[in-house]
Every structure is written in C-alpha cells, then in structure tokens.
C-alpha cells in the first residue's frame, strides 16, 4: 500500500475511533480532552484533502476555541452547588 | 440544572438491534451513494477562476467570501454579532479587584510571554495573506482570541475590562458602511469599483477581524468569569 494511502487510511480510522471515544466515556474531562484531539486529527484530514482554509479555522476554532470554552464550562460545572458532591472529572452523565 | 439522566437500566434488546440495524443500513447506504454517483459535478470552479481578475484578490476562497457572494459574509458578521449579543448579560459590569495575589505558574507565564506576540503576528499575517492564499479574517480573529485567552490564563488582564461593545460592533459597521458607500458610486449594494476592491476587502477584514476576536473571546470570557452572584456563581462552596 503506498505510503499515502497508509496515511489517510489511519487518519480517517483515527477520526472515527476518537469521535466514538468521545461521545462513549462517561467522564467529562476525558471527553472534552479527546474532543480536543479529534479536532486535531480532524484539521490534519481537512489539510489532507486540500481544504487549507477549513484545516485552519478547524484548528482555531474547533480544537482550540472550543476545548477552551467546553473547558471552562466543565470548571463551572463543577463549581455549580448542585454537583460539588462528585469528585473532580468524576461527572458521569451517561 | 444539569440533570441526570438514570439510564443505568439498559434499553430493551429489541430496540437496541432495531437501532444498530438502522445505524449499519444508513452508513452502507450512504457509502453506496458516493460510489454509484461517481466522480462530483465541476460546480462553479470555471465561472470563479474566469471572473477572479475582476474581484481585487488572488485566492479564489477570498474571492467567493469578500466579492462574489459577500452578502452571505455580510449576514455571517451579522449572526456573529448577535450572538455575542446574547451573551452580554452573563458578562461582568467591572473587571474584578484581584484582591489576593493571583498564582500564575511560571512555566505558563513564560509560555504565554513567547508565545502570545507570535500569535498575534501569526494573526496579522493571516489576516494580509489572504488576499493571495488561505488564511482571512475568521481564521485571523480565531488565532487573537486564542491569544486573548492564553492572557486572560495567565493573569495577564480581565476579559472584563475590555471595551466590548465597540469591539463587537466595528466589523458590522464599517461592513455596512463600505457596502452602503461603494452601493453610492456603482449603483448597485456591495458591488465594489474594480480597481478599489482589493482595499476595501482588506479594510472589510481588518475590521472583521477585530469584531471576530471579540465575539469568541467574549464567549470563552463570559464563560469563565462568572458574575459573581447569581445562582451560577457558585463561591459560597468551594468545589471539593
């Protein structure tokens, strides 16, 4: 298999696998964290596939801008009276 | 807020596979698709690449955003602003007394030193070059929020003490100006002069870039310096 298509093949099964891990663990902390990374891998696809101007906002915004607002969020969460009986990135929700 | 759900009760057997059969017949649905359709129709490439001379601006994306179809750009900057709209009651009215001594680590104080002026400039040459290659006004207002935050961390400013409202606003405004202006000499809304276009989009997103900036750092602020009363404060209890 060429050396290229070895590479978009593990990219796009590292899509996939990320996506599904983050939606499926039940603590918050790791999901915000391995939403991050998608979004990392997600901007490299786009990259791969020519798409340079998605590949930056996608880097800027979906990994960057977003991991930091979910990030801040979940700091709030925590904080809210409601929940401070859970151990920090102990939030299961599922 | 925030309720629970109590699925530890696992859902019946018989919708699980209904589910997972729909799940698996969508996707081989959907692949078949992109196989039997075969290779995309041209789309527009021809129409944009034979009218770019005209548009001010070398990269064919500018082009489409900031000349051809700038109204959508227009009501883009317009839907940006309201939302940060939206969110100004979570902001604070003052930025907050830094009572105690904030404890920033060093190793993040000295990150953001370095890396802050790098971004910033990284920022401006986005915002420049994309006249001529990928880059523009979202991805250029992305990277200075990103900045903004990387400060905000480190202690470096409250998000409260910026001047949001002409921020937020100065994108929209010179956008409409210079759309209401060059509808006045041309006749028609938005369509620029020619030999005027490449300016004026660079006017158009310098000024959005600002406006971008402040609406995604605004919402990462309001977020992460709550007002200090209300029921989400939350200070009363300290998180365990």
């Avoid at chain 2, 034979?50 to 990269?59: C, I, K, R």
């Avoid at chain 2, 190793?107 to 001529?132: D, E, I, S």
Wanted: net charge neutral; aromatic share 6%.
């Amino acid at each position: 298999m060429p050396i290229d298509m070895t590479i978009d093949f593990t990219l796009g099964a590292g899509v996939l696998v990320l996506a599904w891990l983050s939606l499926s663990t039940t603590n918050l902390f790791k999901a915000i964290v391995l939403f991050i990374s998608l979004g990392l891998l997600v901007t490299i696809t786009w990259a791969r596939l020519g798409a340079v101007d998605v590949a930056i906002a996608e880097a800027a915004i979906g990994a960057g801008l977003t991991g930091a607002l979910l990030l801040a969020a979940w700091r709030r969460l925590r904080t809210v009276p409601g929940n401070t009986r859970r151990k920090a990135g102990d939030n299961h929700v599922s | 807020m925030f309720r629970e759900l109590n699925s530890n009760a696992a859902p019946p057997a018989g919708l699980r596979i209904v589910c997972a059969l729909a799940i698996v017949g969508l996707t081989l649905a959907l692949i078949a698709a992109v196989v039997v359709s075969g290779p995309a129709a041209p789309g527009l490439q021809a129409a944009v690449a034979a009218a770019l001379p005209h548009s001010g601006v070398e990269n064919p994306v500018t082009a489409v955003l900031l000349n051809f179809r700038s109204y959508d750009t227009l009501l883009e900057i317009a839907v940006l602003f309201v939302v940060a709209v939206a969110t100004l009651p979570l902001r604070r009215a003052v930025a907050p007394q830094r009572t105690e001594a904030v404890a920033v680590e060093p190793v993040l104080a000295a990150l953001v030193k370095l890396l802050v002026p790098l971004v910033v400039l990284t920022g401006g040459y986005l915002l420049w070059v994309g006249a001529y290659a990928p880059g523009g006004a979202f991805q250029a207002g992305a990277l200075l929020a990103g900045a903004g935050v990387l400060l905000s961390l480190a202690g470096g400013f409250s998000l409260a003490a910026l001047p949001a409202r002409p921020l937020l606003v100065v994108g929209l405004v010179v956008f409409t100006a210079v759309a209401a202006a060059v509808g006045a000499i041309t006749g028609a809304f938005l369509q620029y002069p020619v030999a005027a276009a490449g300016v004026l989009i660079l006017v158009i997103e310098a000024a959005a870039t600002v406006s971008i900036a402040a609406t995604l750092l605004l919402l990462y602020g309001n977020l992460a310096e709550p007002v200090p009363s209300g029921p989400l404060a939350g200070t009363k209890e300290p998180a365990s």
